[in-house]
């Protein structure tokens, strides 16, 4: 398989997995798998292993897909701005265009 494939096929599966780990619901499926063990990191009444619970299992686990939602409304809302500046950027072009016909127009003999 040619490198280039290999590449697009990677970009493929990054996509695909950041598309369905980008999800609340995933978040919340991650936060019920990460309670499965906490019953276990408190009897062992062992602070380390409860810290370690918290910090390795329950964070890492949610937080990335949350992380992931989070980045994912942060870019809708810039490409809803860089959508908002072109549509400004034509209008102020357009209207520098009618500007300079008018003035064009009245300093005509």
């Not at 292993?49 to 299992?57: D, L, Q």
């Amino acid at each position: 398989m040619p490198a280039m494939q290999i590449r697009d096929l990677n970009k493929q599966i990054a996509l695909f997995v950041t598309e369905k780990v980008g999800t609340m619901t995933c978040a919340y499926f991650f936060a019920l798998l990460a309670l499965i063990s906490l019953p276990e990191a408190l009897l062992s009444e062992d602070p380390l292993e409860i810290v370690s619970w918290i910090a390795e299992t329950f964070l890492q686990l949610v937080l990335l897909s949350i992380i992931i939602v989070g980045q994912n409304i942060q870019g809708d809302i810039a490409e809803q701005q860089a959508q908002t500046d072109r549509e400004t950027l034509a209008a102020i072009k357009k209207l520098a265009e009618e500007i300079h016909v008018v003035a064009t127009q009245t300093q005509s003999p």
